[in-house]
């Protein structure tokens, strides 16, 4: 498929949190290269722009979007800009997270850093939807796509925040899907173990050692792709996924099942 109005996605618009790198932009790319117009929305103006022009460079249509999801009136400005852009919404994926600055045991943990990230990671998917479902209505149904992870399936030591977040997202996402399963918007989610990105690189510090710890823990031996993770997240929004609805889907390399 090609992003050239041909795909299977032709006429379809996608918006897409997180954008500017790693997961967000691969999924961007892969929405463009089935044919759907996409709205890029991340804090990143530097990245939306990349990611913008590597979209356009496919041949697709696209808008880049400053955002910050933990904030309610750019989420609805953002969304607003989409229908005004390309009169329409049918996918989203609520991407936009960031990980912990370090490990940290629970009751050792800093209470701010606890609220940055539920209020990203878990806060700012809700606040996406909350402005994102009634456009998709609109139109008489579509799918959204919610990052998870494997923290959001199994407990992770020193990462009470992240873990409970990601925990949420799935809860959220189950909720959701019950409240308009049966208005053809189908909600589901993408539970990511260790992809290579920029937020991996940092989680790792950027050393070989850190990298080599991490891919120590997947079974298959290597860090996921980003381009992974986007085939999955257009295919849960594909009519090839329509009785997919609620569900959380693992892309790991087996890491959560040892």
């Not at 041909?6 to 691969?26: E, L, N, P």
């Not at 701010?112 to 990203?120: A, K, M, S, V």
Request: net charge neutral; with cysteine; charged share 20%.
């Amino acid at each position: 498929m090609a992003a050239n109005g041909m795909g299977t996605f032709a006429g379809k618009v996608a918006f897409v949190t997180g954008g500017a790198s790693g997961i967000g932009r691969a999924a961007a790319l892969a929405f463009a290269r089935e044919g759907a117009s996409v709205v890029v929305a991340d804090v990143s103006e530097q990245g939306n722009q990349e990611t913008l022009r590597l979209v356009e460079g496919l041949g697709g249509r696209a808008l880049a979007v400053l955002c910050d999801v933990t904030n309610a009136a750019e989420v609805k400005a953002a969304l607003t800009k989409t229908v005004e852009a390309f009169g329409r919404l049918d996918f989203a994926f609520n991407n936009a997270g960031i990980e912990p600055r370090k490990a940290v045991p629970t009751a050792d943990y800093d209470e701010e850093e606890w609220n940055r990230i539920i209020d990203i990671n878990l806060r700012g998917v809700f606040l996406c939807m909350k402005h994102e479902i009634p456009l998709i209505l609109k139109q008489g149904g579509g799918a959204i796509v919610n990052t998870s992870s494997g923290a959001g399936i199994i407990g992770i030591k020193g990462s009470p925040a992240y873990t409970a977040a990601k925990h949420g997202v799935i809860g959220l996402t189950k909720a959701a899907a019950l409240d308009y399963a049966a208005q053809n918007l189908r909600i589901n989610a993408v539970c990511p173990g260790y992809i290579e990105t920029p937020m991996m690189h940092r989680f790792t510090g950027g050393t070989p050692e850190g990298r080599a710890k991490v891919i120590g823990e997947e079974p298959i031996g290597r860090m996921g792709k980003p381009e992974e993770i986007a085939a999955a997240v257009v295919w849960l929004c594909s009519a090839a996924a329509t009785f997919m609805v609620g569900h959380a889907m693992v892309i790991d390399g087996g890491q959560t099942i040892q």
